[in-house]
Each structure stands twice: as structure tokens, then as C-alpha cells.
């Protein structure tokens, strides 16, 4: 088990940013690929950006490239997702996970842990 939490969320005017944190327990971090995703109201989960193992590859996905950068710190078992241009349509709950496998994994079924999410409300 590895028990992740997330932190960050809150309620942002359209253009603004926010930095959003996920904790994991345990001392086996660099033991697992990262990932992002979010669920806006009425809709399915879906992917948002993925780290590897290592740090060394990311990848986001098309809507929120260039405006999102997720990034980890392996001294303090924490993964960021730093949002800054942001849009109304990016309001949803954002969920962190985490994976044993490798490389860069963008399907929600790959990864093995959940955190339990974090509300991001941007107001236009």
C-alpha cells in the first residue's frame, strides 16, 4: 500500500495558478511512475499528466500542455502538478496515482494506487 494525499486544491479566477501536491508514505517512492488525473462533474476521470520513475520523462496531455508541469521530489516523497493559465473548463476533482510499472502511463487501469482527490473550481 502506498497512501498518497493530495493538497492544493481551492477556488481560482480563469488565468490564474495553483500547485497541487501529493504525499506518498513510505520510503519506496522512486519505486513508482506518477500520474494526474481529474473528473469534472458529469463526466469520466480522465488523464492529465504522467512522471516517470525517475523524474527524467513527463508528458501531458494535449489540453493542458503548456500550462501544466508536473514534477516530483524524491527527498520528500511528494509529486506536484503546477497549473497556471487557468480555465473554467479545468475545474474538476484531480486525483494522483501511482504505479509499478515503468515509464511514462496514461491509462487509469496501469496505475495501482489512488489518492483521494483534491477540488480545483476555477471562476470565470
Known amino acids: 500500500q502506498v497512501p498518497l494525499v493530495e493538497s492544493g486544491g481551492g477556488l481560482v479566477q480563469a488565468g490564474g495558478s495553483l500547485r497541487l501536491s501529493c504525499a506518498a508514505s513510505?520510503?519506496?517512492?522512486?519505486?513508482?511512475?506518477m500520474g494526474w488525473f481529474r473528473q469534472a462533474p458529469g463526466k469520466e476521470r480522465e488523464f492529465v499528466a504522467a512522471?516517470?520513475?525517475?523524474?527524467?520523462?513527463?508528458y501531458a496531455t494535449d489540453s493542458v500542455k503548456g500550462r501544466f508541469t508536473i514534477s516530483r521530489d524524491g527527498a520528500k516523497n511528494t509529486v506536484y502538478l503546477q497549473m497556471s493559465s487557468l480555465k473554467p473548463e479545468d475545474t474538476a476533482v484531480y486525483f494522483c496515482?501511482?504505479?509499478?510499472?515503468?515509464?511514462?502511463?496514461?491509462?487509469?487501469?496501469?496505475?495501482?494506487?489512488w489518492g483521494q482527490g483534491t477540488q480545483v473550481t476555477v471562476s470565470s
Open positions: 512522471i516517470s520513475r525517475s523524474g527524467a520523462r513527463t
Open positions: 496515482a501511482a504505479s509499478l510499472r515503468f515509464g511514462i502511463l496514461r491509462a487509469q487501469v496501469e496505475y495501482d494506487y
Open positions: 513510505g520510503r519506496t517512492f522512486s519505486n513508482y511512475a
